[in-house]
């Protein structure tokens, strides 16, 4: 089941990971196989995964039923980011996706313009 697990704000310039718990299972594990280290970012949620450039650096964490991404940076504002992650749940091949809505909020007028 594919579910919006949460939706955050960042802004612009902000540069930091994020962390999704898979609430309904003990433990995950990515799966490598659907994106480079299992996890992938989408501006306004469609099109190429933009991960080269807003998570060039370091690799994602698995911690028991937390996934925690590479650091998300280089968001332009005013839009809209989802970050999908695919895991296999509970040590089986069962596979399970979720996905975050990065809101990018304007550092100046501090606004945000829904798609």
């Known amino acids: 089941m594919s579910k919006i697990y949460a ?3 960042y802004t612009p310039n ?3 990971p994020l962390s999704i718990q898979f609430d309904d299972y003990s433990t995950v594990a990515l799966v490598t196989s659907v994106y480079g280290d299992g996890v992938a970012i989408f501006k306004n949620g469609t099109g190429q995964d933009l991960s080269a450039t807003n998570m ?3 690799s994602a964490a698995v911690s028991g039923n937390i996934i925690t991404t590479r650091p998300i940076q280089l968001l332009e504002g005013k839009n809209f980011y989802i970050v999908a992650v695919v895991v296999t749940v509970n040590g089986t091949s069962q596979q399970e996706s979720g996905y975050v809505r990065i809101n990018v909020v ?4 501090g606004l945000f313009r829904k798609k």
């Not at 304007?106 to 007028?109: A, L, M, P, Y």
């Open 14 to 16: 902000e540069v930091k």
């Open 106 to 109: 304007d550092e100046k007028s």
């Open 56 to 58: 060039p650096s370091g």
């Open 7 to 9: 939706e955050v704000e």
